[in-house]
Each structure stands twice: as C-alpha cells, then as structure tokens.
C-alpha cells in the first residue's frame, strides 16, 4: 500500500493556491487564532501563528484561550534596505507588533506579538515600503541570501542583483497573496489560475538560497538546499560553484533525521544560475519526500538518489551539465566588526546586535539610534545573515556623525569581544512555539561565562564560534559551530563541539542534556589543552579534531550515528 502523503499536502491540495479560508479565520471575532488548516496556510504569506507561552498556564486557569499572536517575516533578498524602509520597519514594530525588530539569521526583518487584526494593515505597511512578506516561509523559496560585505563593490552590487533575481524568479504566482492583504481584484478565474514553476502543491518542504563570495562564507552557504560560490577572476565574477543539499534541521533521537553540509555539484556561469536554481528546485519538487515532513528537505532527497543520479535529473531539467567544479578557499565567517573602507570613499560599520534583536533599553537605545540615523539617511542599511546590520555606504564626512549617534544612544560597540561578536541565538522563548529551552534570552549570559574561562587561559580575544538554539531544527545554524548549544529541556543541552571555522564540516555530538554547570566544567579543560597545545593561527574546532576529542563529522549519516552512539553511551 503507498503511505499517505502528509496532512500538509493535502490542505495545500485544497487550498485554491493558497488561498484556504484566511479571509474568513481573519473576519472571526471570537478567537484571536486563524482555523487549524490556514494556519499552515499563511505561513506561505509569511505569517506565523505563536502564543505567549510565558502567559500559557495563567490563561489556561482563567479560562481563556492562549494569548495568540502572530510573527510576521519580512522578504527582503540580501538584507538590503535604504532608510526610508528602514523608517518604514521600525513603525512598523512601534506601531503593530512588541516595539522591537529582530533581525534574522536569513538577513530580514520579524516582527512578533502582532495581533490578527492588525495582521492586515502591518502587511500593507511593509508593502507600501516597497518590500513584502510572500514566500519568507511555507514550502517554498526563501528569503535569498548573500554576502553582505563582498569586495570590490561591484561584486557586491552584482551578487545582491542576484540575490533579488533569484527570489523574484522563484516566487509563487498566486493572486491569493495581493488578493488577502491588499484587496486586489481577483483577476483570473480558479480554473484559468496556476503556478506554473510550483504546481499546487508546491514544495515538500522549504528550500533555501544563498550567494557568497569567498573569502567570506557569512552566509553559511554548505547549510543551504541550494549555494551559489563567487568564482573570482582579476576581481570580477566568472561564475559560480554551485552547492546542493546542505540542511540543518533534525529532531532529537530520531536517526534518521540530521544536519548535512551540501555537495559541490559543479561550475556554472552567471547567465546559467537562474536555470540552474529553476531545476534544481523543480528536481526537489518531482523527488522530495512527501510523505514524511522530516524527510522532505532536499539533504534527503540526494541522500535517497545518490548525488549522480539527482545530477542527471538536474541536467536533463535545466538542459546543460555543469563544468566541473573550480577552486576556492573560505577563511572568514561571520560579519566583518567595525569600520570597512572600500578604497572608494566610502565606508561600511557592522553595528552589532545581540541576538539580533533591536529594541530600546535604557542604557542601550538601539531603535532610536538607527531611526536618527535612517532620518538623516546617513547610511543604507544592509542585514547580515549573523542577525548584525551593515550601516553601509557612508560617506567619509558623515563617519563622525553615524559615530556620535551610536555613542549618544549607547550602541557604540567598544568592548565587544571576537567571541560575542560571532556568537548567534535563535529566538526561543517566549514566541517561538518549539522551544524547549531558553536561546536569545540565554545567549549573552553563556557568552559572559565562556569569555571568563577563556580569559583564564590568555584566550579571551579567540574567535570562537558559539551558537544556541533552543530545539534541534538548527535556526541559528548550530551545527556548524565550534561549541553548538542545543535545547533539550529547560535548562539542558546537547553539547556539539569541532565544527570547522570556515562553515564547512559539521560538530559532532558530545555530551547530552548538560545544565549550564556541566557545560562549562566540559568546556575549561579543553580551553586549557587548546592554550598550550594548538598550532599556529590552528582555531579551536580544529583542534579538537586534529586533537582526537571530537571526530571529524562530514556526512548526515556520520552526524547522526555519533549522536545514536552517543545516546547510547548514555543509557548503558
Ligand atoms: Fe528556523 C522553524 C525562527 C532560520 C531551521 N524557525 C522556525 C520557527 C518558525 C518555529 C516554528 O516552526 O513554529 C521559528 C520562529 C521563532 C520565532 O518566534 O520567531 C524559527 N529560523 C528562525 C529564525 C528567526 C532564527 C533567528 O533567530 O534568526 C530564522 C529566520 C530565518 C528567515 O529569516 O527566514 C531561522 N531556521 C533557520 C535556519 C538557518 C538558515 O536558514 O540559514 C535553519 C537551519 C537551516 C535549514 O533550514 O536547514 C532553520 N526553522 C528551521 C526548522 C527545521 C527545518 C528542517 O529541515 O527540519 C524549523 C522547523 C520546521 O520547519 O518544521 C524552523
């Protein structure tokens, strides 16, 4: 008997392109929720429905049904913004949603604690802000991304046109999305509608793009469905290495389940990229797994065809090979700190953000400096994949004045270490309706902690990348660090060690369910192996692999037979 296709498949089956019953779950008044089904729904319009889980057991004594709220995910392709979308986003979060912006490891905006009846005309304001929020989930093309800091500019220019043809080219078709939230007149009959890239069911599951340009892997481009690789020659863009079925998400004690870094499957040149990511990502809609939502990410469908045969399909849909793959060498992750001069006149400052969230505390008033920045539009605004924001392009006159802001508000970095500036957390509670443990509120604590036993050794100004999430599905790309936090209760983690600097080798599961005592008594022994025993410029990662204290991790299957043995150890 063939196994059913996912509950999912069929409400997209359904759901006259995305269209389910949105209008009328928002016209309801008695329940701040959307019905069970638009809820999948509207996450291809890049909405979530969440609670307020701080508020969960309080409402469920009084009664009342959860504080149900919605998180909106804006589209915005290589993070770009000019100030007056930047002005746009922050009334936007003052206007409608928890008064602040959080920046994502997808270079965009959220917005959280948003209620359904403001979900309408928050929507609209980030339209009439010439961006929208079609696609920046769902089983679909995400939000593309790109290196933020590529030199010389003309590279950069060229990759974030990339990144923007990308996204355009794979969006859905549907009217649904003008029709719901601008109230534009359906245009096309059901019957004459379709989508023709997609077809009505669209993807088995999300897909995901992104652009880099070596040196800089920023964009942690092998834990990308789909990665296109800068090659550089006398300093312009010949082409791309194009990289297939990285994937980060996973669930705990399920094998079958694991973070996989993509393969390079060749070489294209840039007028071949569009046809390429139309057939890879048209492969993974004829092949992709959809019976099982957590086997239906692209890492398995290759891991089910075997990388040669997927290749095939992937020629035959786009109607050329790919040359073979060229070389290329990545030596730095995560954003560039401070100022960047671009040799032309203008520079570049990387204003960190801590977890990405951009809110007004007393002593740090982040929101009010980047919207008197964005006023006197002293700079663009370019997002990172490392929840940090680029105040790009300032003219050398106007450096002082972005500097004073900064200070006057309190956001001038100063103090911030390598440590904390690489260190990423995924959201968490109270919003994220996955969570098991604390992440974003976490992060800047654990990361104090660590800076101290580094300091014991002399090993306080170490790059180190340390990333927490507070559920295995790898939203801040934990398994690609060199010490990875992954929630397992409240309190508890999964500690994942020696994943290789330059993004490109997975950690290796190490110890589990540890509380923040046991983490940190692992952590200092091997600081002090690493002070006395590491080779030159040899990061921590590294060592614990060249060291024997982790494996080196390259393949899904190994990652998760590590984590299975691991699991054993621990109930023998
Ligand atoms: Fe993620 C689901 C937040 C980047 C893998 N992610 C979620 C949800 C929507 C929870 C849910 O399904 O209800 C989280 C919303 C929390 C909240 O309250 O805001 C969430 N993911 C995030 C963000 C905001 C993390 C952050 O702190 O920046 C990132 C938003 C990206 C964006 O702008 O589009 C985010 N998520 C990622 C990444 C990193 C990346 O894309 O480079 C990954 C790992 C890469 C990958 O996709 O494999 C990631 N998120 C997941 C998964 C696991 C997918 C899987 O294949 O198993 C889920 C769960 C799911 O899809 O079922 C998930």
């Not at 006149?345 to 009010?368: C, K, M, N």
């Amino acid at each position: 008997m063939d196994t059913p296709l996912s509950p999912v498949e069929d409400i997209k089956t359904a759901s006259r392109l995305l269209r389910g019953s949105i209008e009328a779950s928002l016209a309801e008044p008695l329940t701040g929720a959307m019905h069970e089904d638009d809820t999948h729904l509207i996450k291809f319009h890049g909405i979530y429905q969440q609670d307020d889980r701080g508020l969960r057991n309080e409402r469920r004594q009084q009664r009342l049904e959860p504080a149900y709220q919605f998180m909106i995910r804006a589209r915005i392709p290589g993070g770009l913004c000019t100030p007056a979308r930047w002005l746009a986003m922050d009334a936007i979060a003052r206007t409608y949603a928890n008064h602040t912006l959080r920046l994502t490891t997808r270079q965009t905006f959220q917005f959280h604690g948003i209620l359904k009846r403001a979900l309408k005309p928050a929507i609209a304001a980030i339209n009439a802000a010439l961006s929208d929020t079609l696609a920046a989930c769902g089983d679909v093309n995400r939000n593309v991304m790109c290196t933020t800091l590529a030199r010389p500019r003309a590279i950069r220019a060229e990759v974030e046109e990339l990144a923007r043809e990308l996204s355009e080219r794979l969006l859905p078709k549907t009217g649904a999305y003008h029709e719901i939230w601008l109230d534009r007149k359906k245009i096309l009959s059901t019957e004459q509608e379709t989508e023709p890239m997609y077809g009505a069911t669209y993807l088995p599951r999300k897909f995901k793009i992104a652009v880099a340009v070596p040196p800089d892997n920023d964009v942690d481009v092998f834990s990308q469905d789909l990665g296109f690789v800068a090659i550089l020659e006398n300093a312009r863009i010949v082409g791309f290495n194009v990289t297939v079925g990285g994937g980060l998400g996973m669930s705990h004690g399920e094998f079958a389940t694991f973070p996989r870094v993509a393969d390079v499957l060749g070489f294209c040149t840039p007028t071949e990229v569009l046809k390429v990511a139309t057939a890879v990502l048209i492969t993974q809609r004829d092949f992709g797994d959809r019976t099982n939502r957590k086997h239906a990410r692209l890492k398995y469908t290759i891991e089910t065809l075997g990388l040669d045969r997927f290749t095939e399909e992937v020629t035959a849909r786009a109607g050329f090979s790919l040359a073979p793959a060229r070389g290329f060498q990545f030596t730095h992750t995560g954003d560039r700190s401070g100022w960047q001069e671009d040799g032309n006149g203008l520079a570049h400052y990387t204003l960190f953000v801590d977890s990405g969230r951009i809110d007004d505390q007393p002593e740090r008033r982040a929101l009010t400096a980047l919207r008197e920045i964005a006023t006197r539009e002293l700079a663009q605004f370019h997002l990172t994949a490392n929840q940090n924001v680029v105040l790009a392009n300032v003219p050398a006159a106007a450096r002082s004045e972005v500097t004073e802001i900064l200070t006057r508000h309190g956001v001038a970095e100063g103090t911030v270490t390598p440590l904390r500036q690489l260190a990423l957390a995924c959201v968490g509670f109270p919003t994220c309706g996955l969570a098991m443990a604390e992440s974003e509120r976490y992060l800047s604590d654990f990361v104090t902690k660590i800076q101290v036993l580094l300091a014991n050794h002399g090993l306080q100004d170490e790059p180190i990348v340390v990333r927490i999430t507070g559920y295995p599905n790898g939203c801040a790309r934990p398994y690609l660090a060199e010490i990875g936090l992954v929630g397992k209760a409240p309190g508890r983690y999964n500690l994942y060690l020696g994943a290789a600097f330059d993004g490109s080798r997975l950690n290796a599961p190490y110890r589990e369910s540890l509380n923040e005592g046991k983490i940190l008594a692992v952590l200092a022994p091997l600081f002090s192996r690493y002070a006395q025993e590491r080779t030159a410029e040899e990061r921590f990662g590294n060592f614990l692999v060249r060291s024997g204290i982790v494996p080196a991790i390259q393949t899904g299957p190994a990652f998760a037979a590590a984590a299975q043995s691991l699991g054993a150890m621990r109930g023998g």
